[in-house]
Nanobody, 115 residues
Framework: QVQLAESGGGLVQAGGSLRPSCVAS????????LGWYRQGPGKQRELVAT???????NYADSVKGRFTISRDSAKNTVSLQMNSLEPEDTAVYYC?????????WGQGTQVTVSS
């Protein structure tokens, strides 16, 4: 079992920044892929960014150049630096851990961007 705990969401104006982070505990490995997904109102959950143990990153086209994902494998944490936030970024952001056996999800942290 893996437990994920997000924090760092909030309310910001357009153009602002947030840096949610996620702490993984339990049967987590430094080799597991970590990432962030989000679900906006009336929308499906979508990938935001992922990062492998080797540092390979993948970003949704809508956030490229604005968001940066990073991880600290020793601490089993993953963060998402979000800059130049737009109202369209408003969503619940979910931490994800993809182990060899199973996907795990956090409870989510709300990000609201006002215009």
């Amino acid at each position: 079992q893996v437990q994920l705990a997000e924090s760092g969401g909030g309310l910001v104006q357009a153009g602002g920044s947030l840096r949610p982070s996620c702490v993984a505990s339990g049967s987590i490995s430094s080799n597991d892929r970590l990432g962030w997904y989000r679900q906006g109102p009336g929308k499906q959950r979508e990938l935001v960014a992922t990062i492998t143990s080797g540092g390979n990153t993948n970003y949704a086209d809508s956030v490229k150049g604005r968001f940066t994902i990073s991880r600290d494998s020793a601490k089993n944490t993953v963060s998402l630096q979000m800059n130049s936030l737009e109202p369209e970024d408003t969503a619940v952001y979910y931490c994800n851990a993809r182990t060899f056996y199973k996907n795990y999800w956090g409870q989510g942290t709300q990000v609201t961007v006002s215009s």
